[in-house]
């Protein structure tokens, strides 16, 4: 219609899970390589609430938001679009209705490339969205962009977010080493730093970035993949301070009994209650104070650590900026269930390149910390993992300041006027939202 | 003796209390004004953790250290010659045997010019030194330098570090609202950052800053100065999260309950113990779910946010390191019991001088955030408040990164051959360990 050619056509674009302190970037980035292509590519929307966005027929018209405010973008941490946690199960065979509700949107909105910016299991629902072309016959390329602080996605080297979450990690570790390396006279003797990670120890391990050698902080490390074994670590804390005078701790949030239950349920469980995670460090700072009478103090960064945009790792914004470039490129070469990755080709000097991954062989599985990443010990991280860890902290980056503060994006985030009645006529929408994850 | 002039005598420097990420800036241009004045101040001593670095004769003697690690001492956070929690009782009246030892080193290392870098308490030891030479004969000049991220230093318009981690916790709740307002349609509803600050609600307040009106986050502020209601708070954080879908709460690690309680505590109490302060916001986040059934997320900076050198305040570093030189001058024009303080020209724009104040006037008494800083409601600064604080987050440092990290200075810290026999030959440390501060 209107003369244009039939390939011209719109794009959706969905924040899913986690956010960090780059996925803006990547959106950025993404609308910018759309703008740049719009010959082949209309407007880009943007799920309000990433895929309920699609849905609900909210679809962010970014082509209203200007230059500026895309430049903005690449320093706002957060999902500026809002992010959703939301599965969805495989195309015609669970979900039905949900699927032919995204594809009536698809359809009002002229919609021919999907860009789901997510982790593994966003991996999952783009693979599964791929699959509408063959079922339900409307033409659509799926592209998953990569994006995770936990680092977890497979076939790529590195997962955007996670380079920047890293590089907070180990500087406020650095940073917060040096203060208690000056209380141990009279006052603090331990200090637990708490890193975010349910299942994956990548975060704990970026703290030890933060030691030069083997004779400074952090001291031990406590990783999810291994089980807490209290004694042990109690003897450890201890011969530290009679070493050192005082001991550094990074934890996990993950960090579990032998007999797989989380340390951070544990005051819950003693309070009759049985609660979301209520943080492991206090519980180690109550243990090391109570058993060894030592002074400890603790902190949990919790969200701090994936929205720190002002310390983001330059390298990770350039990751999350060529993954969002990259995925573009991929949907106009014609390709769909795949994703862009970073391939690494050196160490050091470091050195990488874009690839591609089929969604088929990543969606739902896990990449774990492997385990020569951890020394013999098992309370710090091997050189192998220092040479890999290392490059994704690299740089920093400009963010603009005014008043103090950093200055974020504010979006106009106007929604394209909807074509379609509202969804959910049978509760559909209600049994989506409980097989919700949490 | 060896022909110089009588007056030309040694220096001794001491960090005391909890650190900052600007104390070594205060060291570093003291020491530098020092060595610019070699007519009349020979080498400064610096205390080895402090006070008791001249009660145990381990003086850090700094001539050793080069410029090149005096310029980097600035960016470094902590107290890089060690800082002790230690209070000493009055000079003839208690602790007789403390000051005949400290008048033993001061003499036998010819010190001249005492500089204590501290808070309130310390303040109060400066006092009780400049009796010295009244009670002692050993003339002294003793000045104050002041430091606290606690704001709470009476007779200065502010405290040195307070604007740095004023920085911090507005910066990083600015941040964390970002990440929390993404999350909202399927995930994340409250979220919590809770700031250091026993008695007195300024860091709570300076995360105030981080709303632009108010419609945006923080949604509350829990100060240590007004009694927690519970149910209240409740009501509140519910009718938040109906008008704008979220709940960001910044709370104060002292908020008591109406009957004087650490809210802290309570989770301990419950456990049948009795320990110090476990984290406020875990407290708060686990009321929220039981209670309004909200997915609840929380962070407790703690050391963090006195030791982020890496965001520290342009204004915070001047005025600290404005304070090291001025100390040095009035110790020079022959003041004694005095220290430096910033004195506010006017808000906006912002402008300050140096001024002195007599420590007769401020020691162990704190200075409180004033009602009138908090709103009526409440739970949020005033525009009084935004007035005062704004200036001091102003401006952001330079700080040398290496390997994606913040270098730090790495001191000689060789202490000066001992010329007395080891203190301590009637028990008198641990006695006055005992009465320590902890």
Chains 1, 2 share one sequence.
Request: proline share 5%; charged share 25%.
């Amino acid at each position: 219609m209107n003369g244009r050619p039939p390939q011209r056509r719109n794009a959706f674009y969905a924040q899913a899970g986690g956010v960090t302190a780059v996925l803006n970037a990547t959106a950025a980035a993404l609308i910018e390589t759309c703008r740049a292509n719009d010959d082949r590519i209309g407007k880009v929307f943007a799920g309000r609430s990433g895929i309920l966005g699609a849905l609900d027929e909210a679809l962010i018209d970014t082509s209203l938001e200007s230059e500026e405010t895309l430049r903005a973008l690449r320093h706002t941490p957060g999902g500026a679009f809002g992010s959703a946690r939301f599965r969805i199960g495989r195309a015609g065979l669970e979900d039905h209705a949900v699927y032919e509700r995204l594809v009536d949107v698809f359809r009002a909105h002229d919609i021919g490339y999907v860009f789901y910016n997510g982790g593994n299991g966003s991996a999952d629902t783009t693979l599964q969205l791929s699959r509408i072309p063959e079922v339900f016959g409307h033409p659509l390329a799926c592209i998953h962009v990569p994006k995770t602080i936990d680092n977890d996605i497979l076939d790529t080297d590195c997962s955007p977010g996670f380079g920047s979450a890293a590089k907070y990690l180990a500087v406020s570790m650095r940073e917060a080493a040096a203060d208690v390396a000056s209380m141990t006279a009279t006052s603090t003797r331990v200090f637990v730093l708490e890193a975010m990670g349910r299942h994956a120890g990548w975060m704990v391990a970026a703290m030890g970035l933060a030691a030069d050698s083997h004779n400074h902080p952090p001291h031990l490390l406590l990783f999810a993949e291994r089980p807490f074994e209290e004694e042990e670590f109690l003897r450890r804390v201890s011969d530290t301070v009679a070493r050192h005078g005082y001991c550094v701790i990074g934890v996990s949030e993950g960090l579990r009994t032998p007999d797989g239950r989380f340390i951070a349920e544990i005051p819950a469980t003693i309070a009759g209650r049985n609660e979301q995670l209520g943080g492991v460090a206090p519980v180690l700072a109550r243990l090391v104070h109570g058993r060894l009478g030592l002074k400890c103090h603790w902190a949990t960064a919790d969200y701090l650590q994936r929205s720190a945009r002002h310390i983001a790792s330059a390298t990770d914004l350039a990751h999350a900026e060529a993954v969002g470039r990259e995925a573009v490129r991929l949907a106009l070469a014609g390709r769909t269930a795949v994703m862009p990755v970073i391939e690494r080709i050196s160490d050091h000097p470091y050195r990488w390149q874009l690839g591609v991954a089929d969604l088929a062989g990543i969606a739902t599985r896990e990449k774990c910390l492997p385990r020569d990443f951890i020394t013999d010990s098992g309370y710090h991280i091997s050189a192998r993992a220092r040479a890999y860890l290392l490059p994704l902290i690299q740089g920093e980056t400009d963010v603009p300041f005014r008043d103090g503060l950093p200055v974020h994006a504010r979006l106009r985030a106007v929604t394209a006027r909807k074509k379609l009645p509202p969804w959910d006529p049978h509760g559909e929408r209600q049994q989506v939202a409980l097989s919700k994850k949490t």
